[in-house]
């Protein structure tokens, strides 16, 4: 997996972002286990709850292109600039559980040579997944 390509990838979606309300913009890309990337950005809404992260766009541009296997995604966000540590928030990690493993890893990004990987694990511990309705 090249990381550096992954953040690069996250940083031009993040430039596709509509965050007219908070000026908070936030990029991501999706590796599947194939190798393809999906991006997404994030897409606020004047009623505030519609809005969608950009994570979850780019795991549902995935699932609709057939995708439902991933090995990592990396994050980046910010109002002007690149913020440190974006994480995803709750509901992102939780779509996440759903198609991803405890190992599934998170790169966490400010630049290409400034990030921190994680696992869903980690940011997830005792997640609640498909395997719990099994």
Known sequence: MDIKNLIKQAIE?????????SGFKVGAAL?????????????ENAAFTPGICAERTAVSTAVADGVRKF???????????LADDCFPCGVCRQVLMEFCPPGFQIIVAKSPEEYRVFTLGQLLPHGFGPSNLE
Request: proline fraction near 3%.
């Open 31 to 43: 590796l599947s286990v194939c190798g393809k990337v999906y991006t997404g950005c994030n897409v």
């Open 13 to 21: 979606a993040r430039e596709m972002a509509y965050a007219p309300y």
């Open 71 to 81: 090995s990592a995604i990396a994050v980046v966000g910010g109002a002007d600039h």
